[in-house]
C-alpha cells in the first residue's frame, strides 16, 4: 500500500495534479533536498513545498522529467529509484537518485533526495535564480 502512495504521488507530479499530489502528504510533511545551491534546503508543509516545486520549474522552464524505476516499500518507509532530467540554461543533467520516504497512515510525512552525482547537481543548481 505504501509503495502504491509514492507511485500516485510521482504520477501526480508527472500529470501536474497538485490536488492528488498534495492530497497524499501528510500536512506537515519535510521534504529535504542535498546540496549548496539555493534549491537545497528541507521545505516543511505543503505550501512551503510547492512553492518549492514551482521554484524548480522555473529555474529550469519545466524541463525536467522524472522516471520511475523501482519501488520499494516496508511498513512505515518506502525508497524509490528514479532516474531525474533537468535543464538550465541549455545544460542538462541525468541523474539517478534515491528517495527515501517516510509515510503514516497512508500518507508522506518525510522526503530525503540522495542524487547520484551531488557535483553535477551542485554546478547545474548553484547558478542565479
Known amino acids: 500500500m505504501n509503495g502504491d502512495v509514492v507511485r500516485q504521488m510521482y504520477d ?3 500529470r501536474g495534479d497538485i490536488e492528488t499530489f498534495v492530497g497524499v502528504l501528510d500536512p506537515g510533511v519535510t521534504w529535504t ?8 534546503g528541507t521545505f516543511t508543509g505543503g505550501p512551503a513545498l510547492l ?3 514551482a521554484e524548480v520549474a522555473q529555474r529550469t522552464e519545466g524541463k525536467i522529467a522524472v522516471a520511475v524505476v523501482e519501488v520499494f516499500a516496508g511498513d512505515g518507509r518506502v525508497v524509490a529509484i528514479v532516474d531525474v532530467e533537468l535543464s538550465v540554461d541549455g545544460r542538462t543533467v541525468q541523474d539517478r537518485q534515491v528517495h527515501l520516504f517516510e509515510l503514516r497512515d497512508g500518507r508522506i ?3 530525503r533526495e540522495y542524487h547520484g552525482n551531488e557535483v553535477a547537481m551542485q554546478d547545474l543548481l548553484e547558478g542565479p535564480a
Not at 33 to 40: E, I, N, R, S
Open 12 to 14: 501526480a507530479i508527472g
Open 33 to 40: 533536498v542535498p546540496g549548496q545551491h539555493h534549491l537545497a
Open 51 to 53: 512553492a518549492h516545486l
Open 109 to 111: 510525512t518525510s522526503v
